[in-house]
């Protein structure tokens, strides 16, 4: 959602008069948010067919079908120039409808999920956030990076710690919990806070899941530890907290094949273990160039501390991550990604 509203400001910042239909599921957060950007916003029906039993997968294909009827009458109202995908179960009747129409497909992580592969084959063109993802493709994908939203590059490091209210005496290290998947994160936090305390000012985005256990937690600490201790279940201001942190520890999903580059933030990443494999390659790709290291989920809780011991005795080690993390940034990527849809739908851009 996020890398698709980045493209979207790119692409309405080089043609005036975009018309957009965004197309989602029903329900959920992503209505909201896109209709917040000013985004006309429409759902159809989806639904998955990989891992479905028997048993469920007549009422997968019956919402298959539904919205690929759904996506017909959508395209043939709203006659769309091009069309751009960027994965989800909507895109597959969107796909099957939209066959005449020319496609851009973007691929977030490294390896696609099976329903972005099942995508290629009505892919014009495919946007790819690393080269590395070119072997799981037959077709020629475009090197983009990811696209990020450009209040993130509104912060500097100043600004940012002015604004969280964050002292800058001690390393920074920013945690990211979300609020769903990452439990084992908040949990490994909180058992090891008052260590971790000693050493760092911590931001913990803790997600609204764990959010009254980490407020608990928070609220028993002294009050010289409590002041160090930034804990919030969000922050819309997504781009302070990045740029006020020294290290990050957080899941390995494709944002940190793109957020991280952009400030050259050391990460200790640790993949999500209960889903296919997508996580765990992200974080190999970092990790291989120098600016990662990889904690798996199971050794979290005991080995979280030694971990960030290491790399904080190390500054060498911090410095090189820092540039290798630099390396990777592709701050123009939503403006290259815009530029590819102009060139398939043949407009002229500014």
């Known amino acids: 959602m996020y890398p698709a509203l980045a493209v979207h400001s790119a692409l309405t910042a080089k043609v005036t008069d975009v018309d957009t239909l965004w197309v989602g599921g029903r329900g959920g957060i992503e209505e909201s948010l896109v209709k917040r950007q000013g985004i006309a916003f429409e759902s159809i029906p989806a639904a998955g067919l990989h891992g479905v039993s028997l048993a469920h997968l007549p009422r997968s294909l019956m919402a298959l079908a539904q919205g690929v009827v759904a996506a017909r ?11 751009f995908f960027t994965g989800g179960y909507v895109a597959v009747p969107m796909a099957l ?46 090197e983009t990076g990811y696209p990020l939203r450009p209040d993130l590059a509104l912060w500097d490091r100043e600004t ?23 439990r084992s994160i908040n949990l490994a936090v909180i058992n090891n ?48 907290a990045l740029a006020a942190a020294d290290l990050v520890v957080a899941r390995a999903g494709a944002s940190a094949l793109g957020e991280f580059p952009l400030f050259g933030l050391p990460s200790v990443l640790v993949p999500y273990p209960h889903a296919w494999r997508y996580q765990k390659v992200n974080a190999e790709f970092l990790a291989y160039r120098g600016a990662a290291v990889v904690l798996e989920d199971q050794r979290l809780n005991t080995e979280l501390m030694m971990t960030l011991n290491v790399l904080l005795d190390n500054r060498n080690k911090l410095k090189s991550m820092r540039a290798a993390m630099f390396e990777l940034s592709h701050p123009r990527a939503a403006e290259k990604i815009a530029s590819l849809l102009i060139e398939l739908a043949g407009v002229k851009s500014l």
Do not use: C, N
């Not at 892919?123 to 072997?135: L, P």
């Not at 710690?161 to 001690?170: A, F, K, P, Y």
């Not at 000693?198 to 256990?213: N, P, R």
């Not at 600490?221 to 201790?229: G, S, T, W």
């Open 160 to 182: 940012a710690t002015r604004h969280l209210g964050v002292s800058g005496e001690l390393p920074v290290l920013l945690v990211v919990g979300g609020s769903k998947g990452a």
């Open 97 to 142: 409808a939209g066959r005449s129409i020319p496609t851009l497909l973007f691929v977030p992580d490294i390896e696609p999920g099976l329903a972005l592969r099942s995508l290629t084959r009505f892919a014009d063109e495919i946007a790819v956030t690393t080269s590395q993802s070119q072997k799981y493709f037959r077709k020629k994908v475009r």
């Open 73 to 83: 009458r959508l395209l043939k109202e709203f006659k769309p120039d091009v069309l």
């Open 193 to 240: 806070l008052r260590d971790l305390l000693a050493k760092f000012e911590i931001i913990h985005l803790s997600g609204e899941t764990d959010w009254t256990y980490v407020k608990h937690m928070r609220e028993q600490l002294p009050m010289e530890l409590a002041a160090r201790y930034h804990a919030l279940p969000y922050l819309h201001e997504m781009g302070a």
